[in-house]
Every structure is written in structure tokens, then in C-alpha cells.
């Protein structure tokens, strides 16, 4: 049985711990911080197999994990903390020789240990370059895991694909890149991202609830002609765009010819059930196998009861794909749709 360090957003990880007490036989749960880390084990499963289902069946709110395989006392003492990391780093021996190796470290809030992320990183890659390894911060072929609690230095190493995600916590941060309107874009990226599905294929897009154009904006950037709808304001950035069509109208009241877009996207702050049926409603307007990315608002106190109903509701147009609480996700979860022949 192994033990494994999971974590979910923010006040979401009794969600994420429950979906895995319905996922895996006998495993214990147990909080570590702040409502977003916790520790679960493979329980009756065995682990290799637990990851394979978890990759191929990722859960909808837990973010990232990885195998607890050291567990040293932490203090705010910089040379027993030191000590610490170089003791599990020189236990990797021949698994990072000759490998490329990423050392992620976080430490929660509270915690006394004396170090930031680089530092904790610096000292780890030090012994790694000694026992052959090479240090990188993208495109690892093993991760070292560093999660500091008030209690403890939890520590792991790991394929990145067992993580869920290769960024540290699952945290997928973006630089501010030019030409992004609003910190939604952020959502539609790591959506695009997350779910392995390039916006440069799709050509025509609809973009319903698109004020002030966060989404528009990242279509338009990708190249696609985009439908705005939306009865406020676009931004005055995106007023002349030349593939920009914005309809200044409630969704509800529109229809499009069959087939007219590829893909279609929603962020709007609704009821989901209502977007749901808006977007339903427009279905026909989407070409056969056309893709859906749609923002599920969680405003109800049983969230796995409302993405039951959704999914079932959804399923009677699409074919469901994933539905995932990504880190730019707040009280919300993001769903992959294909419209049904």
C-alpha cells in the first residue's frame, strides 16, 4: 500500500478526498492544510494500477499528487532542514543517473521550514548533479516532490504523468501575455492545455457570454473567426477585429444555420442547469464532432449531485469528455463536449 500526497483548490480538497474514497477500495484520507493538501492511500489497489486509472480517469477535483516515500521532521533550524533534503536526495542514487529531474518544493502556510522554493530546489539539485542526474524545470523525466507542512517535509519521486500535472501542485501559472483582456483568458489556456486540444485546429467559434472578450481574445490570437455574444460591451481592443462578429443579444434569443461553428465556448456566470440548456438549445448550430469547453458554476451544496445531473443532461446532445476543476477554476468546474452526430 502506498501513501500519496494529493492536492485540489482551495477549500475543494473534501471534495477531491471523497472522490477517492468512492474510487478506491479501504483508502485512508486525512487533511494536511489550508483546505487544499491531503494524503490518501492506494488502499486495496495496487498503485501502479491506481495511477494508470487515475491518468486514464483523471477525478474532477483533485489536482495533483505524488508518492510519499520519505517523511523527515521539519524545523526552522537552515542546516537540519538542509540535512533533510540531501538525505533523500542521495537515497535517488541510480534512479536519476542520466535523467532529466525536476525539483518542485512548497511548503504550506504556517509551516517553519526556513526555506523558498528555490532554495529547497538549489540544495536538492546540488546532490542530484552529483549522482549523474541534470537538473531542469521542464520537460522532466522523473519529478522530485518537496511538501513542507507545520509537521513535516514530505517528500516523493515520481514519472511527471503519475502527477496529473507537471507543474508544481498542479498550479499552471501563465505569464501575463500581451493582448489578454481579463484573468478568464487564463481558464480558456489551461482548458486548451489540460485537455490536449489546440485552439489553431477549430476555424469558426461561437463565444457565448464573451463581455468583456477574455476568451474572444485567445480564439482571435489562435486565428479563428469567433461569433461574440454577449448584450454588454466588447472591449474597445476588439471593436474592428476583422474575424469578430459580436451579436450584442441574449443568447437565448439566437439561432445560427446547422453546422455554422466548430467549436463553442461559455463562461457565463448562470445557473449552470440554464446553461445548459442554452447551450443545448444551440447544439444544431455545431458541426458533428465540434467541440464544447463550457464553465460549470458549483452554486449549489452538492456539487457531485449537479455534475451528475449536468453530465446526464449534457450527454443527451454530447458526448461528454472530461470535466476537470483546473487551477484557474474558482467555485467552478471546466467540461469538454462533443456534439453528437
Known amino acids: 500500500m502506498t501513501t500519496f500526497i494529493g492536492t485540489a483548490n482551495p477549500n475543494f480538497s473534501p471534495y477531491a478526498m471523497e472522490e477517492l474514497r468512492r474510487r478506491i477500495p479501504e483508502t485512508a484520507v486525512s487533511g494536511l492544510s489550508s483546505g487544499e493538501t491531503f494524503r490518501f492511500t492506494s488502499g486495496g489497489r495496487e498503485p501502479s494500477e491506481l495511477l494508470k486509472e487515475l491518468r486514464r480517469d483523471e477525478p474532477v477535483f483533485l489536482r495533483h499528487l505524488f508518492p510519499l516515500e520519505s517523511e523527515l521532521p521539519v524545523s526552522d533550524d537552515a542546516a537540519a532542514a538542509s540535512e533533510s533534503l540531501e538525505t533523500y536526495a542521495h537515497?535517488?542514487?541510480?534512479?536519476?543517473?542520466?535523467?532529466?529531474?525536476?525539483?518542485?518544493v512548497r511548503k504550506s502556510q504556517g509551516s517553519p521550514f526556513p526555506f523558498s522554493s528555490a532554495e529547497g530546489r538549489d540544495i536538492i539539485a546540488?546532490?542530484?548533479?552529483?549522482?549523474?542526474?541534470?537538473?531542469?524545470?521542464?520537460?522532466?523525466?522523473l519529478i522530485v516532490s518537496v511538501y513542507a507542512t507545520d509537521k513535516a517535509i514530505l517528500l516523493g519521486c515520481s514519472d511527471p504523468r503519475?502527477?496529473?500535472?507537471?507543474?508544481?501542485?498542479g498550479a499552471v501559472r501563465f505569464r501575463r501575455e500581451e493582448g489578454l483582456l481579463s484573468?478568464?483568458?487564463f481558464k480558456l489556456?489551461?482548458?486548451?492545455?489540460?485537455?490536449?486540444?489546440?485552439?489553431?485546429?477549430?476555424?469558426?467559434?461561437?463565444?457565448?457570454?464573451?463581455?468583456?472578450g477574455g476568451w474572444?481574445?485567445?480564439?482571435l490570437d489562435r486565428g479563428l473567426k469567433v461569433t461574440a455574444v454577449d448584450p454588454a460591451e466588447m472591449d474597445p481592443s476588439l471593436e474592428r477585429h476583422p474575424r469578430l462578429h459580436h451579436l450584442q443579444r441574449n443568447a437565448a434569443n439566437l439561432s445560427f444555420?446547422?453546422?455554422?461553428?466548430?467549436?463553442?465556448?461559455?463562461?457565463?456566470?448562470?445557473?449552470p442547469h440554464r446553461t445548459c440548456r442554452l447551450v443545448s438549445a444551440l447544439s444544431p448550430a455545431m458541426t458533428a464532432g465540434a467541440s464544447g469547453i463550457i464553465t460549470l458554476k458549483l452554486m449549489y451544496r452538492k456539487p457531485f449531485q449537479t455534475l451528475r445531473e449536468l453530465t446526464e443532461a449534457y450527454a443527451e446532445h454530447f458526448d461528454v469528455c472530461k470535466v476537470k476543476q483546473l487551477f484557474h477554476n474558482r467555485e467552478e468546474v471546466t467540461m469538454w463536449v462533443r456534439r453528437k452526430p
Not at 132 to 139: I, K, L, N
Not at 162 to 169: A, H, I, T, V
Not at 196 to 211: E, I, V
Not at 216 to 219: A, I, K, P, R
Open 126 to 141: 546540488n546532490i542530484l548533479r552529483g549522482l549523474g542526474g541534470e537538473p531542469v524545470v521542464q520537460e522532466a523525466d
Open 183 to 185: 484573468r478568464a483568458a
Open 162 to 169: 503519475d502527477n496529473l500535472s507537471d507543474w508544481p501542485g
Open 189 to 212: 489556456l489551461e482548458a486548451e492545455r489540460v485537455f490536449k486540444l489546440p485552439l489553431d485546429r477549430f476555424t469558426n467559434a461561437l463565444d457565448l457570454g464573451a463581455s468583456p
Open 91 to 104: 537515497t535517488l542514487g541510480e534512479r536519476v543517473r542520466g535523467r532529466k529531474v525536476a525539483v518542485q
Open 216 to 219: 474572444t481574445s485567445v480564439l
Open 257 to 271: 444555420p446547422p453546422g455554422t461553428f466548430d467549436l463553442l465556448v461559455c463562461d457565463m456566470s448562470w445557473d
